[in-house]
């Protein structure tokens, strides 16, 4: 008496094929070694690499021009024009002679920030990468007051 198995584990899909003749086990102790091994398979087949968790960070975004003081909703992504248009502190750049009015947008620095948190299963993982896409020109990036990127395309 024999019995044939194929396990195959990868770290999205588990699968577990099995033949077992109905001689060696009654119908109901078949199903219960059954679930058994998938229980078993289940906790043994863990992924040797940490998968990767992606979080969207695109919301709770404010800006500010660097000397002022008062912080203002933003949209993430976006860009300073879209979010100064928004909040009708400038006039649509793409009306009439308007462009010529906003060129002062781009001689000024500006400020972005959000706030998030992160639970367990993000901050015990091995390695955690933060990925920008979309800096403009030039950038300066902080984490927690501590400078992480500097950007100068």
């Known amino acids: ?17 099995l033949h077992i003749p109905e001689v060696l ?7 219960q070694f059954c679930l058994f091994i998938n229980v078993f398979i ?27 003081s008062i912080w203002r909703s933003a949209s993430v992504p976006g860009n300073v024009h879209s979010d100064l248009l928004t909040h009708q502190l400038i006039e649509d750049p793409f ?6 009015k906003v060129q002062w947008v781009s001689s000024k620095d500006w400020e972005y920030k959000t706030k998030f948190s992160l639970g367990s299963e993000v901050l015990n993982k091995k390695n955690i990468a933060l990925k920008f896409e979309g800096l403009d020109t030039y950038a300066s990036v902080y984490l927690n007051d501590s400078l992480i990127l500097k950007a100068n395309n």
């Not at 044939?4 to 699968?15: A, E, P, Q, T």
């Not at 009306?95 to 010529?100: I, L, M, R, S």
């Open 42 to 68: 289940l906790i043994a087949c863990q992924p040797k690499h940490d998968l990767p968790v992606d979080l969207d960070l695109q919301s709770n975004w404010e800006f500010k021009e660097v000397n002022d």
């Open 25 to 31: 086990f009654g119908r109901g102790l078949k199903f």
């Open 1 to 17: 008496m024999s019995f044939n198995s194929k396990i195959s584990c990868d770290y999205k899909v588990l699968s577990v094929y």
């Open 95 to 100: 009306v009439g002679h308007n462009e010529a």
